[in-house]
């Protein structure tokens, strides 16, 4: 029942296959991108509040292959959509269509400078819409690809805000940077530690036994759309309360721990739910950090479980679905703690497992969400994430 990610390699050989098929591509012409998706098992709803937060690359995600323009047109094809687009670089986006994350990078980019290229390109991703991060993946993929064939060279810090600036800006996503720096700053068996406020990033590295424990996603089979949900509702009403609590904090992170406590039962209920979930978070990073440097990772699941229950009933997020799922997982035996991956209004849980009980735990996971909803069960799957490099080029011929 448990599977292992599609491999970068297989996508890679598709969408090169397709680009060169449909555009007659000279091969040495062929450029890629490998913009993997990012696990955040601590940290939930807090990155929008310049809190800190742990990210980690794992072994799936957007891959784009491309060959440069000399006109500023763009051409592209989605492998998962079965459908092609063609811009202008310049042009408005159109907020329905699914190359809209590649129009909004054009215009965050052109912003910055001139673009006098386009380019001709061909997009895979997995498990779109699952809560791993699959909308800043693509987004950051595009922005890489369209920096390279116009020549620009942009720092990692620059295209954490250039992909910020294509969500927020560009498509009314109102997010932090928890997922752009995620993926930016990845690294193979590392968590990244972001304090987001300071904008500083720090890898944390594996411990020596972390072969004893694996991370399983669990995709639901109900998709999620942030910008169809109350995530951006959520976003205001923490900074409602940072307001309540302090005339001129903008964001939670502007309001001491102190101040807080002191003034949290004068506050509206749901500002003060919503307070609580952030400061009890930004703990739960913290004491989380310092529990899998040494490898334990009975209070590591203990604090991702924590995490989810303060989402659930804090933060008031969550599909029932998803909220169901997340309970059939951390009731599993060899499960040491789960939570949703991204907003918890559909996608996937994420869950830190003994490795020598994920099959079974699979298994398991699998059978009681099926008798629990059918309906969904087909769409389902566990699959066994890996830790991988961060946001890279390659070339032509380096995947082979």
């Known amino acids: 029942?448990?599977?292992?990610?599609?491999?970068?390699?297989?996508?890679?050989?598709?969408?090169?296959?397709?680009?060169?098929?449909?555009?007659?591509?000279?091969?040495?012409?062929?450029?890629?991108?490998?913009?993997?998706?990012?696990?955040?098992?601590?940290?939930?709803h807090i990155d929008h509040q310049g809190g800190h937060v742990l990210g980690r690359t794992i072994n799936t995600g957007t891959v784009l292959s491309y060959a440069p323009q000399d006109e500023p047109q763009v051409a592209l094809l989605s492998t998962e959509f079965d459908r092609s687009a063609r811009f202008t670089i310049g042009e408005a986006v159109e907020k329905a269509h699914w190359a809209r994350y590649a129009?909004?990078?054009?215009?965050?980019?052109?912003?910055?400078?001139?673009?006098?290229?386009g380019l001709v390109g061909v997009a895979s991703g997995t498990l779109i819409g699952a809560g791993l991060s699959s909308s800043a993946s693509v987004g950051l993929a595009y922005l890489s690809a369209l920096a390279e064939v116009n020549d620009i060279t942009l720092t990692a810090d620059e295209?954490?805000?250039?992909?910020?600036?294509?969500?927020?800006?560009?498509?009314?996503?109102?997010?932090?940077?928890?997922?752009?720096?995620?993926?930016?700053?990845?690294?193979?068996?590392?968590?990244?530690?972001?304090?987001?406020?300071?904008?500083?990033?720090?890898?944390?590295?594996?411990?020596?036994?972390?072969?004893k424990v694996c991370w399983l996603v669990v995709y639901s089979g109900l998709p999620r759309v942030l910008t169809n949900t109350d995530y951006n509702h959520r976003v205001e009403e923490c900074r409602q309360a940072a307001q309540t609590l302090q005339a001129d904090a903008v964001i939670l992170s502007d309001v001491s721990p102190a101040l807080f406590r002191k003034g949290q039962r004068g506050m509206p209920e749901s500002?003060?739910?919503?307070?609580?979930?952030?400061?009890?978070?930004?703990?739960?990073?913290?004491?989380?950090?310092?529990?899998?440097?040494?490898?334990?990772?009975?209070?590591?699941?203990?604090?991702?479980?924590?995490?989810?229950?303060?989402?659930i009933h804090q933060y008031e997020c969550g599909h029932e679905i998803i909220v169901s799922?997340?309970?059939?997982?951390?009731?599993?035996?060899?499960?040491?703690?789960?939570?949703?991956?991204?907003?918890?209004?559909?996608?996937c849980v994420i869950a830190l497992a003994d490795a020598t009980q994920a099959d079974t735990a699979a298994t398991t996971i699998a059978a009681n969400y099926r008798q629990q909803f059918p309906e969904l069960a087909d769409q389902a799957v566990v699959y066994l994430a890996r830790s991988a490099d961060g946001l890279r080029q390659i070339d032509a011929y380096e995947w082979r």
């Not at 091969?27 to 955040?40: E, F, K, L, N, Q």
């Not at 799922?325 to 907003?343: A, C, N």
Request: glycine share 8%; aromatic share 8%; with cysteine.
């Open 159 to 211: 295209l954490v805000e250039l992909d910020r600036q294509l969500e927020n800006d560009h498509l009314g996503l109102q997010n932090g940077i928890l997922d752009q720096s995620s993926i930016v700053y990845g690294h193979e068996q590392s968590f990244t530690y972001i304090h987001i406020l300071e904008r500083q990033i720090a890898a944390v590295p594996d411990p020596d036994d972390a072969a």
């Open 325 to 347: 799922l997340q309970q059939i997982v951390s009731r599993t035996d060899g499960v040491y703690g789960s939570r949703f991956s991204g907003g918890g209004y559909g996608g």
């Open 271 to 311: 500002l003060s739910r919503r307070a609580s979930h952030y400061f009890d978070e930004v703990k739960r990073v913290t004491q989380g950090t310092l529990a899998w440097e040494v490898g334990d990772f009975e209070s590591f699941g203990a604090l991702m479980n924590a995490s989810c229950a303060s989402s």
């Open 103 to 117: 129009q909004a990078a054009a215009l965050a980019l052109q912003q910055q400078q001139p673009l006098s290229k």
């Open 1 to 44: 029942m448990l599977q292992d990610f599609k491999l970068f390699a297989d996508q890679l050989a598709q969408t090169t296959a397709t680009l060169q098929a449909t555009w007659q591509v000279d091969p040495a012409a062929v450029r890629h991108v490998i913009a993997p998706y990012r696990i955040c098992p601590l940290g939930a």
